[in-house]
């Protein structure tokens, strides 16, 4: 006679093979493979979107469902797992990039309609973390900042175009002035929107090149006369502090490089020379630069400086005879960055593009050339970025 299995120790039995490794490692494989099938039909369905919308993307620039599409669009691209989804992307880029350039109108938005079209970008498009917690208090910021603007700011036909780009450059301002500027998150929000830097050399209309390497149209959705106050509006303003004086070895107080006279990347540039040294300085001692920069741009650096005093110049530090990517190589050296610049700088990789966006504007500047509407957007976001890790009290919030 075969001995009965009590019903306790079955069902203890079933319960053990239920929660078995093997068990739940084939429901996992299950529920991966049902989330991959869902995807890509969600992937094609929008695809389908997409094209559809490229053919009445006029229409669309001007309706609430912008906001919808382009927030979807910009999460699929983030995923980056079909080359299809890229593809639309492109497409879609040079779609919004050419209702950007001959923008009709500029106007000042009826109150009723901008609050109704920024809460429908406020809903889709999150604030960076830490800045904003309540999205009524996200929307209700965006719908502040633009309602003060007093010129006027947004494309006539293409308002949800102009609200949507504000949204995304308000969210750039917490990225860039945020607690951690150069973390991982923090840098692949800001690759997402700027895409990667284009030299002046590549081509001459810098804002289609930025476009094509990855700018969000978006950002330069707006007439361009009104770019700067939408920059400002956005929270991109600078109240520039007193800068230590950089006085000649003379000690000659008349002699000075006063970096109010070249504005922001002047500061920027000159804040980031006191602070590489005074670090370095402080790590290294009195010797800092034969211990901490290459012996090639050391050589550079000297003869300048006997330039100067063959031509009858006040000398100044060696620091101040640097080119600016200069300062970006003396970072990112193994030992200066493991000794003092990570804690400041988190990636390496983010705060070397960073400089890499802010070279080509620097050379602009000191050839008197215009810049373009990307490299404004450039200048204000890196510059808040690299001041905010390095301390520098220059940015309003």
Excluded at 210 to 224: D, H, M, Q, T, Y
Aim: glycine share 4%; charged share 25%; aromatic share 8%.
């Amino acid at each position: 006679m075969v001995k009965k299995t009590p019903d306790s120790v079955l069902f203890r039995d079933l319960v053990a093979l239920h929660e078995s490794p093997a068990i739940k490692q084939i429901g996992e494989l299950q529920k991966s493979q049902f989330a991959m099938i869902t995807r890509a039909n969600e992937m094609r369905n929008f695809l389908s979107q997409i094209n559809k919308a490229a053919k009445s993307i006029n229409l669309l620039a001007n309706s609430q469902q912008w906001a919808d599409v382009s927030e979807k669009l910009s999460a699929y691209s983030r995923a980056g797992v079909d080359p299809a989804i890229l593809n639309a992307t492109r497409r879609w880029n040079k779609e919004v990039r050419l209702l950007t350039q001959f923008p009709r109108n500029a106007i000042l938005p009826d109150a009723k309609l901008l609050a109704e079209f920024t809460e429908r970008a406020a809903l889709n498009i999150s604030p960076f973390k830490g800045h904003i917690e309540r999205i009524e208090n996200w929307h209700a910021s965006l719908n502040a900042r633009m309602s003060a603007m007093r010129e006027p700011w947004a494309i006539s036909d293409k308002l949800a175009l102009s609200v949507v780009g504000f949204t995304r450059i308000a969210r750039l301002h917490h990225v860039a002035a945020g607690a951690t500027p150069f973390s991982e998150e923090a840098g692949e929000i800001i690759d997402e929107d700027l895409g990667t830097p284009v030299p002046f050399e590549v081509c001459s209309d810098r804002d289609d090149a930025s476009v094509e390497a990855g700018l969000n149209p978006e950002l330069i959705a707006f007439p361009n006369e009104a770019y700067s106050a939408v920059l400002a509006s956005a929270g991109f303003d600078f109240e520039l502090t007193v800068l230590e004086p950089i006085t000649p070895e003379s000690g000659d107080s008349t002699v000075q490089l006063d970096p109010v006279y070249n504005l922001v990347l002047t500061y920027v540039e000159n804040t980031l020379r006191q602070f590489i040294e005074r670090n370095l300085r402080r790590f290294f001692g009195e010797n800092w630069i034969d211990e901490c920069v290459p012996g090639d741009m050391r050589k550079r650096w000297r003869e300048r400086r006997e330039k100067d005093c063959d031509d009858r110049r006040d000398p100044f530090d060696l620091i101040y005879y640097s080119d600016f990517m200069d300062l970006a190589h003396i970072v990112i050296i193994k030992a200066n960055w493991n000794t003092v610049f990570q804690q400041h700088f988190s990636s390496k990789k983010h705060f070397e593009v960073s400089m890499e966006r802010l070279h080509p504007i620097r050379k602009a500047l000191s050839h008197s050339r215009p810049l373009a509407m990307v490299d404004r957007l450039y200048l204000r976001a890196e510059a808040t970025r690299l001041l905010n890790a390095i301390g520098a009290n220059a940015i309003l919030t």
